[in-house]
């Protein structure tokens, strides 16, 4: 299939150990795959190189995590604004995804805040924006599964 991308056992093991740390030495990533730490080096930088891994971020502490409120928010924009929406909700620096869906709406955006009052302030924030007729907000309550 075009636009697919090949990977190995061996790969796909590496990146789940990246995910429990992406700032796991060479070495140690190495001994956990059974394979030389020139073999891990490679297969690093081909997976960089091939787009992949893209790069590597910040995985935040259950304490902090846990402290913040979260919620999905539903949205229903206007036609041909997407890009623009998009754009504008890029800017919101509580929304730490947005997601095109299917169905009733057309995008849902995962957004954090360290209180109910701000969380409130940016769900209007983004209520706001130019583009979004509607939106419904759930909060998070609790995280059954995380991976």
Same mark, same amino acid.
Do not use: C
């Given at each position: 299939?075009?636009?697919?991308?090949?990977?190995?056992?061996?790969?796909?093991?590496?990146?789940?150990?990246?995910?429990?740390?992406?700032?796991?030495?060479?070495?140690?990533?190495?001994? #956990?795959?059974?394979?030389?730490?020139?073999?891990?080096?490679?297969?690093?930088?081909?997976?960089? #190189?091939?787009?992949?891994?893209?790069?590597?971020?910040?995985?935040?502490?259950?304490?902090?995590?846990?402290?913040?409120?979260?919620?999905?928010?539903?949205?229903?924009?206007?036609?041909?604004?997407?890009?623009?929406?998009?754009?504008?909700?890029?800017?919101?620096?509580?929304?730490?995804?947005?997601?095109?869906?299917?169905?009733?709406?057309?995008?849902?955006?995962?957004?954090?805040?360290?209180?109910?009052?701000?969380?409130?302030?940016?769900?209007?924030?983004?209520?706001?924006?130019?583009?979004?007729?509607?939106?419904?907000?759930?909060?998070?309550?609790?995280?059954?599964?995380?991976?």
């Amino acid at each position: 299939m075009p636009g697919m991308i090949d990977l190995t056992v061996k790969d796909r093991e590496l990146l789940a150990l990246l995910g429990e740390n992406a700032r796991m030495p060479v070495a140690t990533l190495a001994k #956990r795959l059974g394979v030389s730490r020139t073999t891990a080096q490679a297969r690093l930088e081909r997976l960089e #190189r091939i787009g992949v891994i893209a790069g590597y971020g910040v995985r935040l502490s259950e304490a902090y995590a846990s402290s913040l409120v979260r919620a999905h928010i539903l949205v229903t924009i206007a036609p041909k604004s997407l890009s623009e929406v998009t754009a504008a909700m890029g800017k919101v620096q509580a929304v730490t995804e947005l997601h095109s869906i299917s169905g009733a709406f057309d995008l849902i955006a995962i957004i954090a805040a360290p209180s109910i009052a701000e969380l409130d302030q940016r769900i209007d924030e983004i209520g706001a924006i130019e583009g979004v007729e509607r939106t419904q907000s759930s909060i998070i309550l609790s995280t059954r599964i995380a991976r």
